[in-house]
Protein backbone atom coordinates (compact mmCIF):
# COMPACT_ATOMS: atom_id res chain seq x y z
CA UNK A 1 0.00 0.00 0.00
CA UNK A 2 1.16 3.38 -1.05
CA UNK A 3 1.76 5.75 2.12
CA UNK A 4 0.77 9.19 1.81
CA UNK A 5 3.87 11.59 1.85
CA UNK A 6 2.92 13.94 4.91
CA UNK A 7 2.36 17.44 3.71
CA UNK A 8 5.56 19.77 5.21
CA UNK A 9 4.73 22.60 7.86
CA UNK A 10 5.94 26.01 6.04
CA UNK A 11 6.81 28.55 8.16
CA UNK A 12 7.92 31.90 6.43
CA UNK A 13 10.57 34.04 8.40
CA UNK A 14 10.40 37.89 7.96
CA UNK A 15 11.61 40.99 9.63
CA UNK A 16 14.32 43.89 9.25
CA UNK A 17 17.65 43.58 7.64
CA UNK A 18 20.37 42.23 10.25
CA UNK A 19 17.81 40.80 13.01
CA UNK A 20 19.02 37.28 12.51
CA UNK A 21 16.40 35.68 9.94
CA UNK A 22 19.47 33.73 8.29
CA UNK A 23 21.11 33.01 11.21
CA UNK A 24 18.21 31.43 13.29
CA UNK A 25 17.27 28.24 10.31
CA UNK A 26 20.68 27.91 9.91
CA UNK A 27 20.72 26.88 13.26
CA UNK A 28 17.31 24.96 13.91
CA UNK A 29 18.01 23.52 9.97
CA UNK A 30 21.76 23.37 10.57
CA UNK A 31 22.20 24.51 7.08
CA UNK A 32 24.50 27.15 5.81
CA UNK A 33 22.53 30.39 4.37
CA UNK A 34 24.57 33.57 3.68
CA UNK A 35 24.26 35.59 7.16
CA UNK A 36 24.64 39.08 6.50
CA UNK A 37 26.52 41.94 8.59
CA UNK A 38 24.34 44.45 10.62
CA UNK A 39 22.66 46.66 7.49
CA UNK A 40 23.61 44.52 3.97
CA UNK A 41 21.30 41.76 3.85
CA UNK A 42 22.17 38.65 2.20
CA UNK A 43 18.46 37.30 0.72
CA UNK A 44 17.77 38.68 -2.02
CA UNK A 45 15.89 36.44 -2.59
CA UNK A 46 13.29 33.90 -1.30
CA UNK A 47 14.92 30.63 -0.20
CA UNK A 48 13.50 27.86 1.18
CA UNK A 49 15.23 25.30 3.31
CA UNK A 50 13.94 21.70 4.26
CA UNK A 51 13.72 19.86 7.31
CA UNK A 52 12.66 17.54 9.47
CA UNK A 53 11.75 18.16 12.84
CA UNK A 54 11.40 16.44 16.16
CA UNK A 55 10.92 12.42 16.91
CA UNK A 56 8.26 12.43 14.37
CA UNK A 57 10.84 13.28 11.93
CA UNK A 58 7.32 16.20 10.85
CA UNK A 59 9.02 17.55 7.76
CA UNK A 60 9.52 21.40 7.60
CA UNK A 61 10.09 24.27 4.95
CA UNK A 62 11.39 27.25 6.37
CA UNK A 63 11.21 29.91 4.28
CA UNK A 64 13.86 32.49 4.59
CA UNK A 65 12.64 36.29 3.25
CA UNK A 66 14.22 39.59 2.60
CA UNK A 67 13.54 42.35 4.98
CA UNK A 68 11.95 45.87 4.02
CA UNK A 69 14.95 48.73 4.83
CA UNK A 70 17.03 46.55 2.82
CA UNK A 71 20.24 48.58 1.58
CA UNK A 72 19.94 47.08 -1.54
CA UNK A 73 16.39 46.35 -2.69
CA UNK A 74 13.71 49.11 -2.06
CA UNK A 75 10.40 48.12 0.11
CA UNK A 76 8.71 47.99 -3.46
CA UNK A 77 10.72 45.49 -4.24
CA UNK A 78 10.98 43.03 -1.45
CA UNK A 79 6.81 43.10 -1.13
CA UNK A 80 6.62 42.33 -4.42
CA UNK A 81 8.75 39.39 -3.99
CA UNK A 82 6.80 38.52 -0.92
CA UNK A 83 3.89 38.85 -2.59
CA UNK A 84 4.67 37.11 -5.71
CA UNK A 85 5.92 34.19 -3.50
CA UNK A 86 2.95 33.53 -0.77
CA UNK A 87 0.46 33.87 -4.47
CA UNK A 88 2.26 31.11 -6.23
CA UNK A 89 2.61 28.91 -3.07
CA UNK A 90 -1.34 29.84 -2.60
CA UNK A 91 -2.21 28.78 -6.01
CA UNK A 92 0.01 25.55 -5.87
CA UNK A 93 -2.08 24.88 -2.30
CA UNK A 94 0.95 24.69 -0.59
CA UNK A 95 -0.42 26.86 2.54
CA UNK A 96 2.15 28.38 5.00
CA UNK A 97 1.13 26.54 9.02
CA UNK A 98 3.12 29.66 10.67
CA UNK A 99 4.95 33.25 10.73
CA UNK A 100 7.89 34.11 12.50
CA UNK A 101 8.34 37.70 12.49
CA UNK A 102 12.02 38.65 14.10
CA UNK A 103 12.78 41.98 16.14
CA UNK A 104 15.90 42.83 17.63
CA UNK A 105 15.55 43.60 21.08
CA UNK A 106 19.04 45.21 21.41
CA UNK A 107 17.60 48.24 19.58
CA UNK A 108 17.30 51.29 22.00
CA UNK A 109 14.95 53.08 20.18
CA UNK A 110 12.07 51.83 17.84
CA UNK A 111 12.78 53.94 14.38
CA UNK A 112 10.77 54.50 11.66
CA UNK A 113 11.55 52.10 9.58
CA UNK A 114 11.22 49.40 12.43
CA UNK A 115 7.56 50.68 12.93
CA UNK A 116 7.03 50.84 9.29
CA UNK A 117 8.39 47.04 9.10
CA UNK A 118 5.78 45.67 11.35
CA UNK A 119 2.90 47.61 10.13
CA UNK A 120 4.17 46.11 6.73
CA UNK A 121 4.11 42.77 8.73
CA UNK A 122 0.43 43.46 9.86
CA UNK A 123 -1.10 44.12 6.65
CA UNK A 124 0.68 40.98 4.77
CA UNK A 125 -1.21 38.82 7.72
CA UNK A 126 -4.40 40.75 8.52
CA UNK A 127 -6.55 39.86 11.36
CA UNK A 128 -7.40 36.15 10.85
CA UNK A 129 -5.16 33.05 12.21
CA UNK A 130 -2.52 35.29 14.36
CA UNK A 131 -2.15 31.97 16.47
CA UNK A 132 0.00 31.16 14.39
CA UNK A 133 2.19 34.45 14.46
CA UNK A 134 4.78 34.10 16.43
CA UNK A 135 7.17 37.54 17.19
CA UNK A 136 10.53 36.52 17.72
CA UNK A 137 12.87 39.10 19.28
CA UNK A 138 16.19 38.68 19.30
CA UNK A 139 20.09 39.87 20.43
CA UNK A 140 19.12 39.74 23.75
CA UNK A 141 22.93 38.68 24.67
CA UNK A 142 23.72 42.30 23.39
CA UNK A 143 21.60 44.19 26.03
CA UNK A 144 21.30 44.05 29.88
CA UNK A 145 19.03 41.78 30.73
CA UNK A 146 16.69 44.82 32.80
CA UNK A 147 16.86 47.01 29.80
CA UNK A 148 15.75 44.28 27.43
CA UNK A 149 12.77 43.19 29.43
CA UNK A 150 11.36 46.58 29.84
CA UNK A 151 11.88 47.26 26.06
CA UNK A 152 9.76 43.97 25.55
CA UNK A 153 7.24 45.54 27.40
CA UNK A 154 6.95 48.29 25.83
CA UNK A 155 6.99 46.82 22.49
CA UNK A 156 3.98 44.66 24.08
CA UNK A 157 1.79 47.56 25.04
CA UNK A 158 2.40 50.09 21.88
CA UNK A 159 -0.75 50.12 19.85
CA UNK A 160 1.41 50.85 16.70
CA UNK A 161 3.97 47.77 17.68
CA UNK A 162 3.10 44.47 18.55
CA UNK A 163 0.33 44.96 21.27
CA UNK A 164 -2.45 44.92 18.64
CA UNK A 165 -1.52 41.15 17.63
CA UNK A 166 -0.64 40.34 20.87
CA UNK A 167 -4.07 40.92 21.59
CA UNK A 168 -5.54 38.51 18.69
CA UNK A 169 -3.55 35.98 20.12
CA UNK A 170 -0.22 35.99 18.34
CA UNK A 171 2.68 34.80 20.22
CA UNK A 172 6.04 36.62 21.84
CA UNK A 173 8.92 34.36 22.63
CA UNK A 174 12.52 35.24 22.78
CA UNK A 175 15.48 33.82 20.78
CA UNK A 176 18.37 33.32 22.92
CA UNK A 177 21.62 32.28 21.56
CA UNK A 178 23.81 33.02 24.41
CA UNK A 179 24.00 29.77 26.37
CA UNK A 180 23.46 26.75 23.65
CA UNK A 181 23.37 28.77 20.50
CA UNK A 182 20.05 29.40 20.42
CA UNK A 183 19.28 25.85 19.92
CA UNK A 184 16.69 25.28 22.72
CA UNK A 185 14.79 28.80 22.11
CA UNK A 186 14.83 28.13 18.64
CA UNK A 187 12.68 24.69 19.13
CA UNK A 188 10.44 25.96 21.63
CA UNK A 189 9.45 28.65 18.35
CA UNK A 190 9.00 26.15 16.41
CA UNK A 191 7.02 23.50 18.78
CA UNK A 192 4.34 26.23 19.22
CA UNK A 193 3.74 26.50 15.47
CA UNK A 194 4.24 22.59 14.31
CA UNK A 195 0.89 21.48 15.51
CA UNK A 196 -1.17 24.05 14.01
CA UNK A 197 -3.08 23.93 10.54
CA UNK A 198 -2.43 25.91 7.37
CA UNK A 199 -3.67 29.34 7.40
CA UNK A 200 -4.36 31.92 4.44
CA UNK A 201 -2.47 35.37 5.06
CA UNK A 202 -4.62 38.30 3.89
CA UNK A 203 -2.11 39.17 1.54
CA UNK A 204 -3.43 35.53 -0.21
CA UNK A 205 -6.59 36.29 0.13
CA UNK A 206 -6.10 40.02 -1.78
CA UNK A 207 -4.24 38.24 -4.28
CA UNK A 208 -5.35 35.39 -5.32
CA UNK A 209 -9.31 35.24 -4.64
CA UNK A 210 -10.20 38.54 -4.62
CA UNK A 211 -7.85 38.85 -7.90
CA UNK A 212 -6.82 42.73 -6.26
CA UNK A 213 -3.21 43.82 -7.90
CA UNK A 214 -0.68 44.37 -5.39
CA UNK A 215 -0.76 48.33 -5.10
CA UNK A 216 -4.70 47.59 -3.81
CA UNK A 217 -3.89 45.20 -1.53
CA UNK A 218 -3.27 46.48 2.21
CA UNK A 219 0.20 45.83 2.25
CA UNK A 220 0.63 47.69 -1.38
CA UNK A 221 -1.08 50.90 0.12
CA UNK A 222 1.40 50.97 2.98
CA UNK A 223 4.08 51.13 0.41
CA UNK A 224 1.84 53.85 -1.60
CA UNK A 225 1.66 55.94 1.44
CA UNK A 226 5.16 56.29 1.85
CA UNK A 227 5.50 56.62 -1.88
CA UNK A 228 3.53 59.48 -1.94
CA UNK A 229 5.22 61.04 1.07
CA UNK A 230 8.44 60.67 -0.19
CA UNK A 231 7.26 61.76 -3.40
CA UNK A 232 6.20 64.99 -1.51
CA UNK A 233 9.31 65.70 -0.03
CA UNK A 234 11.28 65.81 -2.62
CA UNK A 235 9.30 68.15 -4.20
CA UNK A 236 9.48 70.34 -1.82
CA UNK A 237 13.32 69.91 -1.08
CA UNK A 238 13.28 70.87 -4.91
CA UNK A 239 11.20 73.76 -4.94
CA UNK A 240 13.72 75.28 -1.74
CA UNK A 241 16.63 74.65 -3.95
CA UNK A 242 15.48 76.35 -6.68
CA UNK A 243 14.18 79.06 -5.14
CA UNK A 244 17.72 79.56 -3.11
CA UNK A 245 19.07 78.88 -6.60
CA UNK A 246 17.38 82.25 -8.47
CA UNK A 247 18.04 84.14 -5.09
CA UNK A 248 21.77 83.29 -5.01
CA UNK A 249 24.60 84.95 -6.95
CA UNK A 250 27.89 83.56 -5.18
CA UNK A 251 29.15 81.08 -7.63
CA UNK A 252 30.03 78.10 -4.07
CA UNK A 253 26.78 78.43 -3.41
CA UNK A 254 25.47 78.04 -6.52
CA UNK A 255 27.67 74.94 -7.30
CA UNK A 256 26.60 73.29 -3.85
CA UNK A 257 22.75 73.83 -4.60
CA UNK A 258 23.37 72.34 -8.16
CA UNK A 259 24.54 69.72 -6.77
CA UNK A 260 21.96 69.41 -3.96
CA UNK A 261 19.30 69.43 -7.03
CA UNK A 262 21.29 66.68 -8.85
CA UNK A 263 20.67 64.42 -5.50
CA UNK A 264 17.32 65.31 -5.51
CA UNK A 265 16.60 64.64 -9.02
CA UNK A 266 18.22 61.36 -8.40
CA UNK A 267 16.21 61.10 -5.62
CA UNK A 268 13.53 61.56 -7.70
CA UNK A 269 13.89 59.01 -10.21
CA UNK A 270 14.42 56.47 -7.64
CA UNK A 271 11.19 57.16 -6.30
CA UNK A 272 9.27 56.67 -9.80
CA UNK A 273 11.23 53.32 -10.30
CA UNK A 274 9.91 52.29 -7.15
CA UNK A 275 6.42 53.29 -8.70
CA UNK A 276 6.72 51.90 -11.52
CA UNK A 277 7.79 48.26 -9.64
CA UNK A 278 4.80 48.17 -7.61
CA UNK A 279 2.60 48.86 -10.20
CA UNK A 280 3.85 46.55 -13.51
CA UNK A 281 1.27 45.62 -15.37
CA UNK A 282 -1.24 47.94 -14.08
CA UNK A 283 -3.47 49.95 -16.26
CA UNK A 284 -1.35 53.49 -16.31
CA UNK A 285 -4.38 55.45 -14.97
CA UNK A 286 -3.83 53.47 -11.56
CA UNK A 287 -4.70 55.96 -9.11
CA UNK A 288 -1.34 56.44 -7.27
CA UNK A 289 0.43 57.47 -10.71
CA UNK A 290 -2.84 60.12 -10.92
CA UNK A 291 -1.94 61.34 -7.44
CA UNK A 292 1.43 61.73 -8.45
CA UNK A 293 0.52 63.78 -11.55
CA UNK A 294 -1.77 65.79 -9.65
CA UNK A 295 1.08 66.93 -7.55
CA UNK A 296 3.44 67.82 -10.17
CA UNK A 297 5.57 64.83 -9.79
N1 LIG B 1 24.93 39.21 18.87
C1 LIG B 1 24.02 38.67 18.07
N2 LIG B 1 24.23 38.66 16.75
C2 LIG B 1 23.28 38.11 15.95
C3 LIG B 1 22.10 37.53 16.47
N3 LIG B 1 21.37 37.07 15.42
C4 LIG B 1 22.07 37.36 14.30
N4 LIG B 1 23.22 37.99 14.61
C5 LIG B 1 24.24 38.51 13.68
O1 LIG B 1 23.63 39.56 12.93
C6 LIG B 1 24.11 39.59 11.60
C7 LIG B 1 22.92 39.50 10.63
O2 LIG B 1 22.32 38.22 10.76
P1 LIG B 1 21.45 37.55 9.60
O3 LIG B 1 21.04 36.21 10.09
O4 LIG B 1 22.16 37.62 8.29
O5 LIG B 1 20.21 38.55 9.58
P2 LIG B 1 19.02 38.64 8.51
O6 LIG B 1 19.32 39.81 7.64
O7 LIG B 1 17.79 38.89 9.33
O8 LIG B 1 18.96 37.35 7.78
C8 LIG B 1 25.09 38.43 11.48
O9 LIG B 1 26.37 38.95 11.67
C9 LIG B 1 24.69 37.51 12.63
O10 LIG B 1 25.77 36.75 13.10
C10 LIG B 1 21.92 37.53 17.92
O11 LIG B 1 20.92 37.04 18.48
N5 LIG B 1 22.91 38.11 18.65
MG1 LIG C 1 19.15 36.99 5.73
Redesign the pocket.
Known amino acids: MATLEKQPAIIAVM??????????I?TVANHK??????LD???KEIQEVRLTWGKERTPVVLV?TP?FGDSSMSDTEVLRLIAKYLATSHKKGTKLTGIIF?H?I?DSKVEGNTRRNFNMFRQLCGTNNLRQVVIVT?????VEKADAERREQQLRNDKSLFKLMLDSNAQLRR???RHDG?IGSAKAILDCLLHLNTMDLSIQTQLVKEKRSLPVTDAGSVINHDLIREARRCLDSLAAVQEELDKTKDVANRQALEEERKELLEEKKAIRKQIKTLSKGLNERFLLWRILSAMGF
Open positions: GATGVGKSSFNLLVGHASCTDGMRSTWWDRHEIG
